[in-house]
């Protein structure tokens, strides 16, 4: 049984270290990428922000660390909210939805979107993204 155990290890143990490679080079790239489009909206360069944040949700992020990507929708268009740049920040949050594939983020992403809305004064908007987070909570296990 022990020789089992190390062979198992044995057979893991490559695919182990490829993935934390291949994770740490996306994770390097979402970063670079991330503060690339912090700077763009810093500087008010709106609209080249979409473009650069499309190569953050371009990456394959693991399942495991997909909540990143949700977490970076929001820092995101939060900054963008704060310079009332609502329609970009809601362009940036579509990418995340596309980017993501869980229940759960998809419905902290529709949630986002919906609070984007209510501070734009757009109720119905924000309603269809709360009953939409809403609905995919009830058919989530």
Same mark, same amino acid.
């Given at each position: 049984?022990?020789?089992? *155990? $190390?062979?198992?290890?044995?057979? #893991? @143990?490559?695919?182990? &270290?490829?993935?934390? +490679?291949?994770?740490?080079?996306?994770?390097?790239?979402?970063?670079?990428?991330?503060?690339?489009?912090?700077?763009?909206?810093?500087?008010?360069?709106?609209?080249?922000?979409?473009?650069?944040?499309?190569?953050?949700?371009?990456?394959?992020?693991?399942?495991?660390?997909?909540?990143? *990507? $949700?977490?970076?929708?929001?820092? #995101? @268009?939060?900054?963008? &909210?704060?310079?009332? +740049?609502?329609?970009?920040?809601?362009?940036?949050?579509?990418?995340?939805?596309?980017?993501?594939?869980?229940?759960?983020?998809?419905?902290?992403?529709?949630?986002?979107?919906?609070?984007?809305?209510?501070?734009?004064?757009?109720?119905?908007?924000?309603?269809?993204?709360?009953?939409r987070a809403m609905e995919l909570e009830k058919s989530s296990?």
């Open positions: 049984m022990p020789s089992h *155990l $190390v062979l198992l290890i044995l057979l #893991l @143990s490559p695919h182990t &270290a490829a993935f934390s +490679q291949n994770w740490s080079q996306v994770r390097g790239s979402a970063e670079r990428q991330h503060e690339m489009v912090m700077m763009l909206i810093r500087n008010g360069d709106f609209g080249r922000v979409l473009e650069t944040s499309r190569q953050i949700f371009s990456l394959k992020f693991p399942a495991s660390q997909e909540h990143l *990507l $949700v977490q970076e929708g929001r820092i #995101l @268009s939060e900054a963008l &909210a704060h310079h009332q +740049q609502f329609q970009i920040a809601q362009g940036l949050l579509d990418q995340a939805l596309r980017a993501v594939r869980s229940n759960p983020s998809k419905i902290d992403l529709f949630k986002e979107k919906a609070y984007l809305f209510t501070r734009q004064g757009r109720d119905k908007e924000a309603m269809e993204f709360f009953e296990p």
